[in-house]
Each structure stands twice: as C-alpha cells, then as structure tokens.
C-alpha cells in the first residue's frame, strides 16, 4: 500500500502568538482585511485586543463581519456571508472563533474568488481557482479545522453535512493562543476537546493509520487526556490550555491524514437532524467505541494506555487495553460531558433512523475500524447513549 502523509498549514503559536498576527500580516503585504468573528467570544477581551491590533494600525483596512454563534454553518449562510464581503476589495480574511466560523471563513475565501453558489462546490476537489488567503484563530481547541483541507456545511435540502473539501481548501496560516481558550465555558473546553479525541484516537486506531499517523495521533490523545481536566478546573493553567491547542491541531492533522472510525461517523447525522454538538455527538460513543474494539480483540490501545498510567510493567496489552477503556470511560465522566442523548431530544424511537443515515452516508468510517463494525453494531452504540 502507498502511503500518503501530508501537513499543509504554517502555524504561529504560544501564549499572546495573535497579538503578534498584525505585523505578520503586513509583512505578508496584506492590507484588506476581512475579518469573521464568532459572535459567541467578540466580546473575549483578548479576542477584543486582536481586533484592535489590527484596528489601530493605520496599514489596514478592516471589515468585521460578526457570525452567528451556536449553530454549525450551511450553504445558504456561507452565501450570505460572502455577499457582505463581495462589493469591498478583500485581500485576506481572518476568522476567529469555534469550528464554525473557522468553517465559515475558509468558505469565504473560496466564494470570493469563485463563481456560482457555495453549494455548487459540495464534495471533492471541485473549487478550481485558489480563493482569498485564509488565517485562522480558533478560540476553541477540537475541530483541528486549521489543519484541514475541508471546510463542513450543512445541505439544509438534504438535511445533511457535507462540505467543501480537497485542493484549493484550507488556510494559509493558522495561529493556536491559548489566550483565547482560557475563558471559554467548562462545556465549550470538554465539547471540543472529545472531537478533538476522537480524532486523534479513531485515526490512531483506524485500519488507514500508518507510521506519521500513528506517531501524530497518539501524541494528541496525550497532550488532550492529560490536560483537559486540568484546563477545565484551572482557567489560569495556560499551559494546558496551549496543550490542548497542540493537540487539537495534531489531531487535525492525522485524523484528515487517514480518516475516522464509527463515533466520527455517527455524528454527522447526529449533528444534522438533531443538532447536537459536534464534539459531544462522536465523543459520547468513545468509551464505548473503545471497549467494543478491545473486547474484539483491538489491542493497540495498550501503546495509549502507556501515555496515561506510567508503563505498568507486567501487564499484557489484553490487560493494558482494558485497563485503558475503564481509564477513559473515568476520564469521560470528569469532563462533565453528558452520558446520554436525552437532553438534545433523542430518544428510543430516532434509533432506526440514525443506523440507516448513518449505513447510507458514513459507511466509510465504519469501514476504517480496525475490528469488524457494521450496522448491528450501530445500533448497538446508539442504545448505549440513548435511552428510554
Ligand atoms: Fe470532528
């Protein structure tokens, strides 16, 4: 089998790096600027001091469009979106928030320099001329979007996720300040980081996985196993804050690198026909997830387990992997992410449609576990977080 492996995106990143954007940019000769700020953190003080940098700073001409914050973008809103911007001259747009508007923003940069709806670009390698730079400053550490060439939409006809992806995709710089993380709410900081989990475990897990995949995958779990609970009881730990960053990030990477396996799978309908959070619409399944595959004979956990719990000597990897699924099961429960679907409003009787929108739109992921995984099990995984 060819291995592929690639990293596209420059990175700026430690405690105040955004701060440091402005000068950056200009070296870039980037004047016009076109900014997309996530209404949820446009007041964070720190985000506030970035905008000002570039505010103040005679050399720039800025225009700051707020996006709405709480819902995952469609077609219909990356349309709208660009016409703000159509009619002024834009060199460069720079998104700061959660996946979301760093979603948004990369579809922007594309729909500025491309004809058509932004629909019309749905699926693969289909944007054929490079759109606006795009730098990003994500204020939520999960999506590891900024590593991507993919840029997520909702299809509102379709009731569906599926986005803008391939060549001509992606941003140019990204920078990771952990700055912007240390007031997000508790839910916000574990929400993110269980996407950013389950890339980094089902990509080190996935039948893809190779070498860099694998290296960059188990990496990420441990920077986000072990600082997530700190981050969360400790604003003022900026530390684990950039640690969760780094992992997002690398997650990002080995996860667009090799693919998923089923939580990532089963959260795009999740996500599409019940909007419930990204993060906690594949990290639910993880616990679960990781003790189907151990109790199939899936022993690789054994290399994560030696990341949280010291290198236990003696232990089998049979013995290790166990461990390792009772030790994230715990882990799972300190985040205070929730146990079960019921507050998003699903229930017993959404079952049978989320196996067939899962079989019919995410088969691929199911495919990539490294243990056999099909649609019983499906409906297995889905009765362990919904119920009656
Ligand atoms: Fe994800």
Redesign the pocket.
């Given at each position: 089998m060819l291995n592929k492996f690639s990293c596209h995106t420059d990175i700026m990143f430690g405690q105040n790096a955004s701060l440091s954007l402005s000068s950056k940019v200009k070296e870039m000769d980037l004047r016009h600027i076109g900014m997309i700020v996530d209404e949820g953190v446009a007041l964070n003080t720190h985000v506030q001091k970035i905008i000002t940098s570039f505010e103040s700073d005679g050399s720039f001409q800025t225009n700051i469009f707020r996006s709405r914050a709480g819902s995952e973008p469609d077609y219909d809103y990356l349309d709208e979106v660009t016409a703000f911007f159509h009619d002024s001259v834009i060199d460069c747009i720079i998104g700061i928030g959660g996946?979301s508007a760093c979603d948004l923003a990369k579809g922007v940069g594309i729909m500025l320099r491309n004809p058509g709806k932004g629909i019309d670009y749905r699926g693969f390698d289909k944007v054929n001329i490079p759109g606006v730079p795009v730098i990003l400053i994500p204020t939520t550490a999960?999506?590891?979007t900024e590593a991507t060439r993919t840029a997520v939409f909702t299809d509102k006809k379709e009731v569906r996720k599926l986005g803008i992806n391939g060549k001509n995709v992606g941003s140019l710089l990204a920078v990771l300040d952990p700055m912007v993380l240390l007031d997000a709410p508790r839910i916000i900081k574990s929400g993110s980081a269980l996407?950013?989990l389950?890339?980094a475990i089902e990509a080190f897990a996935c039948k893809n996985s190779n070498t860099l995949s694998k290296a960059i995958g188990k990496e990420a779990f441990g920077l986000l196993f072990n600082n997530l609970v700190k981050a969360i009881d400790d604003k003022g730990d900026i530390i684990a804050h950039e640690n969760l960053f780094m992992g997002s990030h690398l997650a990002g990477i080995a996860?667009y690198n090799v693919g998923?396996g089923p939580a990532?799978g089963i959260?795009y309908p999740l996500g599409s026909h019940f909007k419930v959070p990204?993060?906690i619409a594949?990290g639910i399944f993880l616990p679960h997830v990781i003790r189907f595959n151990v109790e199939h004979g899936f022993l690789d956990y054994a290399e994560l387990y030696d990341l949280i719990d010291g290198h236990k000597e003696g232990l089998t990897p049979e013995e290790k992997s166990l461990r390792f699924a009772d030790k994230f099961q715990e882990f799972y429960c300190d985040t205070s992410a929730p146990l079960n679907l019921t507050g998003y409003g699903v229930s017993t009787k959404d079952i049978e449609l989320l196996v067939s929108l899962t079989m019919q739109q995410r088969l691929e992921n199911l495919k990539l576990n490294p243990v056999n995984f099909g649609e019983n099990d499906v409906r297995y995984l889905l009765s362990k977080v919904i119920v009656a």
């Open positions: 996946g999960g999506t590891g996407d950013a389950v890339h996860m998923g990532s959260s990204h993060g594949g």
